[in-house]
């Protein structure tokens, strides 16, 4: 019997930068192997072949994709051995164990010197573009947050925080229904959306589909939706519950899901851009509405419209300058390619089998 494949992001594109969680996932992993090198696609290849390896042998996985090419997979991790594989080229990912839980395969030694040279110039021009490009996106979505506060000083105005705060309570006494576990509740981190080039994508669907409840949370910026969320985790792991904290794609402090894998649920920001509603058929769909909690005078209104506007605009800037990033970057990670002796990359990369 084959294993399951559920699918997160391993990096999302925030107003505060690049955002990871992989520090938070290698202290899940009783063992680390830690692909270190100048990448190019090849890796990714690799990765899939790691996992559906686990997979065909009855083991459930997890893919971390990466946020500028559909398809492509930063990361596999092994749930039930706890082993991560981790393409591991960004310098605050480093091994800290090394003779016990971490691992160095080196991917170096795989590149082709006078085919580096050969593309030179084009290698120096496309990392010029690249980062351009990136610094681009990343003021934008720094702009669009920004922005985002603004929105969020005219909601939290005209907000009834006590009639938040009982419907609140309300919703968590009918999750938990008094339950304590005699057990350390255990909190792990995962990126469910991000901005791509192609727009707002996520894989909720994939990432939910086995759980029985859903709680979809329908509010305006800035009304309790995180803080309700982060209220969340903290309860359910006082009650011994483990807990899932899946963080937003686009501001790096708040989240956007909570998990509770014992109860097989799923309580999220279900506004836009992962907007989603009840299915039919699933009888554990549920709408938390916390819209009516918040009561906007017509001033409020139509300034909220300007606001949005520009806030649409900002992410739209991003959206094109994240395209241009990706070019720039596709055509480096294919020159890598190219420039990579397979007979070495395939020694190197059996040791992974």
Not at 90 to 115: K, N, V
Request: overall charge negative; glycine content about 6%; aromatic content about 10%.
């Amino acid at each position: 019997m084959k294993g399951s494949i559920t699918k997160f992001f391993g990096q999302a594109m925030t107003g505060q930068g690049m955002k990871n969680l992989y520090q938070e996932i290698i202290k899940e992993a009783d063992k680390v192997y830690f692909l270190k090198g100048i990448f190019g696609f090849n890796v990714s290849n690799l990765l899939k072949e790691i996992g559906y390896h686990y997979v065909n042998k009855g083991h459930d996985i997890e893919f971390f994709y990466d946020p500028l090419f559909e398809n492509t997979i930063q990361a596999v991790f092994i749930k039930d051995i706890h082993t991560l594989f981790l393409k591991s080229s960004t310098p605050s990912i480093e091994p800290t164990h090394l003779g016990t839980r971490d691992q160095i395969i080196s991917f170096y030694e795989c590149l082709d010197e006078a085919s580096l040279k050969k593309h030179g110039q084009r290698i120096k021009e496309l990392s010029e573009e690249i980062n351009k490009w990136h610094n681009k996106c990343f003021a934008s979505l720094q702009s669009a947050i920004e922005i985002h506060d603004e929105w969020e000083e005219q909601t939290q105005s005209h907000m009834d925080w006590k009639g938040l705060e009982q419907h609140r309570d309300e919703l968590f006494d009918q999750i938990f229904d008094g339950m304590l576990l005699n057990k350390k509740g255990v909190l792990t981190h995962r990126l469910f959306g991000t901005l791509t080039p192609n727009g707002a994508r996520d894989y909720l669907q994939n990432i939910t589909r086995n759980l029985e409840r859903r709680y979809f949370i329908k509010g305006l910026p800035g009304t309790g939706k995180s803080s309700m969320l982060k209220k969340l985790t903290q309860d359910a792991l006082k009650r011994g519950f483990d807990v899932q904290k899946v963080w937003c794609g686009l501001d790096s402090k708040s989240i956007d899901m909570v998990i509770l894998p014992e109860l097989k649920l799923c309580i999220f920001d279900s506004t836009a851009p992962h907007e989603y509603f009840p299915e039919d058929g699933r009888a554990g769909d549920q709408i938390v509405d916390i819209v009516k909690h918040c009561k906007l005078i017509e001033e409020a209104e139509e300034k909220i419209q300007e606001i949005s506007k520009e806030y649409r605009n900002a992410i739209q800037h991003a959206t094109n300058y994240a395209k241009l990033y990706a070019e720039a970057e596709k055509e480096m990670r294919e020159i890598i390619d190219l420039s990579t002796n397979l007979s070495k990359w395939k020694t190197q990369s059996a040791h992974l089998f």
